[in-house]
């Protein structure tokens, strides 16, 4: 039986204007078979414009039935678009990322942090008439909060927002909309979370009796 897998997060994660085997999630489940570690596609719950007290409230509502094997979450830009402060966006990450260690049944090392990436950079980011260093910044913060947050519980966190940064404006990095990631993009995402997932996701060895 595979082994069960929760994505939660927002956009980026349900791969707005992507296929669904477009998505990170999908593509690093795919990848892992590839490997033989035999993890099944996610049981998703996010949506474009959600926020973290609104992926909360989301979680109420779609009641997944744990524990699984695997969790990730990437969360927390349109907290930031909106304007909403840093602090906000630490307590209302760090409720989620309580969760998402609930629904692996406590097992924090099976869980999976992505940062934000910098949507600034996209040309519906220069286009937007906001201050785009300004939009760096902030993202700096909440993703240095959300790190911190995740080291203090354990849980794995791969940084993808340099690599958004580098290629997020690139034609071939973008959906149709100039500001998400294009399924190309988000095999980058996948390269990076690969060996962490692998890592979390391997058997735990034994020692051999005499």
Same mark, same amino acid.
């Given at each position: 039986?595979?082994?069960?897998?929760?994505?939660?997060?927002?956009?980026?994660?349900?791969?707005?204007? *992507?296929?669904?085997?477009?998505?990170?999630?999908?593509?690093?489940?795919?990848?892992?078979?590839?490997?033989? *570690?035999?993890?099944?596609?996610?049981?998703?719950?996010?949506?474009?414009?959600?926020?973290?007290?609104?992926?909360?409230?989301?979680?109420?509502?779609? /009641?997944?039935?744990?524990?699984?094997?695997?969790?990730?979450?990437?969360?927390?830009?349109?907290?930031?678009?909106?304007?909403?402060?840093?602090?906000?966006?630490?307590?209302?990450?760090?409720?989620?990322?309580?969760?998402?260690?609930?629904?692996?049944?406590?097992?924090?090392?099976? *869980?999976?942090?992505? +940062?934000?990436?910098?949507?600034?950079?996209?040309? #519906?980011?220069?286009? +937007?008439?906001?201050?785009?260093?300004?939009?760096?910044?902030?993202? /700096?913060? #909440?993703?240095?909060?959300?790190?911190?947050?995740?080291?203090?519980?354990?849980?794995?966190?791969?940084?993808?927002?340099?690599?958004?940064?580098?290629?997020?404006?690139?034609?071939?990095?973008?959906?149709? /909309?100039?500001?998400?990631?294009?399924?190309?993009?988000?095999?980058?995402?996948?390269?990076?979370?690969?060996?962490?997932?692998?890592?979390?996701?391997?058997?735990?060895?034994?020692?051999?009796?005499?």
């Amino acid at each position: 039986m595979p082994l069960s897998y929760l994505a939660l997060g927002d956009s980026y994660t349900i791969g707005e204007g *992507v296929p669904d085997s477009g998505r990170w999630p999908h593509q690093l489940a795919r990848a892992l078979r590839a490997e033989g *570690v035999d993890l099944g596609d996610p049981l998703t719950i996010a949506a474009t414009g959600w926020t973290t007290d609104e992926l909360d409230a989301a979680i109420d509502a779609a /009641d997944p039935q744990g524990p699984f094997d695997f969790a990730s979450l990437l969360i927390g830009v349109n907290n930031q678009y909106r304007g909403r402060s840093v602090d906000e966006y630490v307590r209302g990450f760090a409720d989620l990322l309580a969760r998402a260690i609930g629904f692996t049944g406590g097992r924090a090392d099976r *869980v999976l942090v992505l +940062s934000i990436p910098d949507w600034g950079v996209t040309p #519906f980011g220069a286009a +937007s008439g906001r201050d785009t260093d300004a939009i760096a910044r902030e993202l /700096d913060a #909440f993703n240095a909060a959300a790190r911190a947050a995740c080291e203090a519980r354990g849980v794995a966190f791969v940084d993808i927002a340099p690599v958004s940064r580098a290629r997020g404006a690139e034609p071939a990095m973008l959906a149709g /909309d100039g500001l998400h990631p294009s399924s190309t993009l988000y095999a980058e995402w996948t390269r990076l979370a690969l060996p962490v997932a692998r890592r979390l996701l391997q058997p735990p060895r034994t020692t051999p009796t005499p």
